[in-house]
């Protein structure tokens, strides 16, 4: 992973990570009741929640679709 760092004055070019990394945390990571044991287990979190987003979520944004039936319908 590497760290995004905008320049001075740019903040925009990190807003659609921050917003990712805020709807991971709160749609997985504050909803699981239990402490988390092991980094194998956020590692598995983190990889279940990308395909997720990236196959069944929907965005208004994207015409109620997901981005691969998005980006599907547009190729």
Known sequence: VIRS???KGTPAD???IE???SCLKVETF???K???GSNNIVI???KNYISFWNNKRIFTKLG???PVD???SIA
């Open 5 to 7: 760092m905008s320049r």
């Open 14 to 16: 990190n807003a659609p």
């Open 19 to 21: 917003s990712f990394h």
């Open 30 to 32: 504050y909803n699981h």
């Open 34 to 36: 239990e402490p988390i």
């Open 44 to 46: 598995e979190m983190v």
């Open 64 to 66: 109620n679709q997901s």
């Open 70 to 72: 998005y980006r599907k």
